[in-house]
């Protein structure tokens, strides 16, 4: 089962993003038309800093409040409602880059995520927003790095959220297979450094980190063994064996499944790039 906050990870990391309008807005109290009439036609990082306010998408009723925020909300109708004197909110709209990237469901959707209400958050929509109006490419830069900044912020916060029993746990886990990564390693062993039976073990990692345990234990020794590959003269069998596998040629098999190109095949590629 992958957490919604993992799928939109997903999509950022997979999806050139164009940012437009950022805005810092106030809002009475009462109800406000918002986009009663016409769809919204971007997406929108929307998170509230100050009072409380309804959000009506297509009928559906969301409450906004600090330490609350959405992500999404594509070719939606919206009405706001303000439930106190006022109501202060911080907004983005984005969309894909390209026009062949067609927006996904996931953008569709009102996702509701909290977000923590630091000093850290304050200071990143501050310079957002004074750069709203920047049109130099280090400005637009810097822009949508802020943006992307924002939303792995309200992500990692929902992360610890929705997993604040099992965090230390699963960080320990990923801890623990960073650093022994070359030796031999089992979901059971993993799961019984933590007193866990082997299927629950599982079910919280991968509600943690979006894959299985076994998985990102052969992600990040492929991710390793590719880095030995690029960059060091070791043969495939001594990679092999550096990162765990004793039989090269499951190794391989595993190495090609990851990344399309076998050991020897990106070895031979880094010699051409890199002649001697």
């Known amino acids: 089962m992958?957490?919604?906050?993992?799928?939109?990870?997903?999509?950022?990391?997979?999806?050139p993003i164009d940012l437009f309008g950022v805005y810092r807005t106030m809002l009475g109290e009462g109800?406000?038309?918002?986009h009663k009439h016409e769809p919204t036609k971007k997406c929108a990082l929307l998170v509230a800093l100050r009072g409380e306010a309804e959000f009506a998408y297509d009928g559906i009723s969301y409450m906004l409040h600090p330490g609350?925020?959405?992500?999404?909300?594509?070719?939606?109708?919206?009405?706001?409602?303000?439930?106190?004197?006022?109501?202060?909110?911080?907004?983005?709209?984005?969309m894909p880059a390209a026009p062949g990237?067609?927006?996904?469901?996931?953008?569709?959707?009102?996702?509701?995520?909290?977000?923590?209400?630091?000093a850290a958050l304050l200071q990143m929509i501050e310079q957002?927003?004074?750069?709203?109006?920047?049109?130099g490419n280090i400005e637009l830069l810097e822009?949508?790095?802020?943006?992307?900044?924002?939303?792995?912020?309200?992500?990692?916060?929902?992360?610890?959220?929705?997993?604040?029993?099992?965090?230390p746990m699963m960080e320990g886990t990923i801890e623990y297979i960073r650093r022994h990564y070359m030796e031999p390693i089992t979901l059971e062993s993993l799961a019984g450094q933590q007193g866990?039976?082997?299927?629950?073990?599982?079910?919280?990692?991968?509600?943690?980190?979006?894959?299985?345990?076994i998985d990102y234990l052969i992600k990040y020794r492929m991710n390793v063994a590719h880095e030995l590959l690029m960059n060091e003269p070791f043969s495939v069998r001594d990679i092999a064996r550096s990162v765990g596998y004793a039989d090269a040629y499951y190794f391989s098999r595993l190495f090609k499944?990851?990344?399309?190109?076998?050991?020897?095949?990106?070895?031979?590629?880094?010699?051409?790039?890199n002649p001697s």
Do not use: C, W
Not at 6 to 15: G, M
Not at 75 to 92: A, D, G, K, P, T
Not at 199 to 213: D, E
Not at 258 to 269: A, D, F, N, W
């Open 196 to 213: 866990l039976k082997a299927k629950y073990f599982s079910y919280l990692f991968r509600k943690y980190t979006g894959i299985g345990p």
């Open 31 to 34: 109800p406000h038309r918002g």
């Open 143 to 167: 822009k949508k790095t802020l943006f992307y900044r924002l939303v792995n912020k309200a992500l990692l916060f929902e992360r610890y959220q929705q997993n604040s029993d099992s965090q």
């Open 2 to 15: 992958d957490s919604k906050y993992e799928d939109l990870a997903a999509y950022f990391v997979q999806t």
């Open 101 to 118: 990237h067609a927006v996904p469901a996931l953008m569709f959707e009102v996702n509701e995520l909290h977000i923590e209400m630091d």
């Open 257 to 273: 499944k990851h990344y399309g190109l076998s050991p020897t095949e990106v070895k031979r590629q880094e010699s051409r790039n």
């Open 68 to 94: 609350k925020a959405f992500l999404g909300g594509y070719n939606r109708h919206m009405e706001i409602i303000v439930h106190s004197q006022e109501f202060e909110y911080f907004l983005v709209h984005y």
């Open 128 to 135: 957002l927003r004074k750069l709203s109006t920047g049109l």
